[in-house]
């Protein structure tokens, strides 16, 4: 990677996760057009200063299979209204790399069960409050969309 904290835990993905977890702490607490550093820097206003981003958007690909993961999950106020999604903040990634990622999701989509991440409305990604827990050792791949702000 070329920039930011450098973690050795023998994973990428979990590696890259920590990363933007770290980023998002420090902002939300106050080489390519698009890439997953690219979007770490694009979040920490090291091209932008004061651009109101919060959260890079990520897409895992599990391991074996590289399908896109996608995640399910319910408000506490209505568990029959489940949804799901393709798209992740990453809320925190621990030394195990056990990670809490939150669904994000446009409030407008009407899908709540899309069929793959292309069909999955994002503009724009909101936080959901809806978080799922994931070992990153199950996953091969991670994609990075530009940083947006999604409180």
Same mark, same amino acid.
């Given at each position: 990677m070329g920039?930011?904290?450098?973690?050795?835990?023998?994973?990428?993905?979990?590696?890259?996760? /920590?990363?933007?977890?770290? !980023?998002?702490?420090?902002?939300?607490?106050? =080489? =390519?057009?698009?890439?997953? &550093?690219?979007?770490?820097? +694009?979040?920490?206003?090291?091209?932008?200063?004061?651009? $109101?981003?919060?959260?890079? %958007?990520?897409?895992?690909?599990? &391991? $074996?299979? =590289?399908? %896109?993961? /996608?995640?399910? $999950?319910?408000? %506490?106020?209505?568990? $029959?209204?489940?949804? !799901?999604?393709?798209?992740? @903040?990453?809320? @925190?990634?621990?030394?195990?790399?056990?990670?809490?990622? &939150?669904?994000?999701? +446009?409030?407008?989509?009407?899908? @709540?069960?899309?069929?793959?991440?292309? +069909?999955?409305?994002?503009?724009?990604? @909101?936080?959901?409050?809806?978080?799922?827990?994931v070992d990153?050792? =199950?996953?091969?791949h991670v994609?990075?969309? %530009? !940083?947006?702000? !999604?409180?």
């Amino acid at each position: 990677m070329g920039c930011g904290k450098h973690y050795e835990t023998g994973n990428c993905v979990c590696d890259i996760l /920590k990363e933007i977890a770290n !980023a998002q702490h420090d902002v939300v607490e106050n =080489c =390519c057009s698009t890439s997953c &550093e690219q979007s770490i820097s +694009d979040l920490l206003g090291d091209t932008d200063q004061g651009n $109101g981003l919060d959260t890079v %958007p990520v897409i895992l690909y599990c &391991e $074996g299979n =590289c399908e %896109p993961f /996608k995640g399910f $999950g319910a408000n %506490p106020g209505d568990i $029959g209204d489940m949804m !799901a999604s393709f798209y992740f @903040r990453v809320k @925190r990634v621990d030394d195990d790399c056990c990670a809490v990622l &939150e669904l994000l999701r +446009d409030p407008d989509d009407t899908s @709540r069960n899309p069929d793959n991440p292309v +069909d999955q409305d994002t503009s724009p990604l @909101r936080a959901t409050g809806i978080c799922i827990t994931v070992d990153l050792n =199950c996953f091969c791949h991670v994609t990075c969309l %530009p !940083a947006v702000n !999604a409180f």
